[in-house]
């Protein structure tokens, strides 16, 4: 597995970084099974929107809280 390349970070991103890796790649596993276990499609499709949602709602929470600090820091 190929570890993703961080070439920025913040003080609101780093507390969450491994845990979006990680979900990324689990993310992705369930795409891969969705396509490998077609008797189980629906439920690793379902994960994986789950997943998809998560990652959406964690990047908006830190992009919000980023530009909060930025804008009292200013």
Do not use: G
């Not at 507390?15 to 969705?34: G, K, N, R, S």
């Not at 980023?66 to 804008?71: F, L, V």
């Amino acid at each position: 597995m190929n570890k993703s390349k961080r070439t920025f970070t913040s003080l609101v991103r780093m507390p969450y970084q491994d845990a979006i890796a990680v979900a990324l790649h689990c993310y992705d596993f369930h795409m891969e099974m969705a396509v490998k276990e077609p008797e189980q499609k629906h439920f690793h499709q379902k994960q994986a929107n789950r997943l998809k949602n998560w990652l959406t709602d964690m990047k908006e929470y830190i992009l919000k809280h980023e530009e909060t600090i930025n804008s009292t820091t200013t």
